[in-house]
């Protein structure tokens, strides 16, 4: 079981601040296409997802207890 957070914009379009689901041995695009697919239009092409507090890659693999954060594009100033 893994720990999912969204952030800002997300947390709208979700209607939650964090989720679990068992995603143990899934990849981080595994993990994308799940959320695509319950929740249309997360995956706009510029959404990040880190895991353990660093940004992962697709191909990255989920184990038991992980975090999973998913972050939108940001901007300062």
């Not at 880190?50 to 207890?65: Q, R, W």
């Amino acid at each position: 079981m893994i720990r999912i957070f969204y952030f800002a914009g997300l947390r709208e379009l979700t209607g939650t601040a964090e989720e679990t689901a068992e995603f143990t041995g899934k990849t981080v695009a595994d993990l994308m296409q799940w959320a695509e697919s319950k929740y249309p239009g997360i995956d706009n092409g510029a959404v990040r997802v880190a895991i353990n507090e660093e940004y992962a890659l697709p191909d990255d693999v989920l184990g038991e207890g992980d975090t999973a954060a998913f972050i939108p594009p940001v901007s300062g100033g």
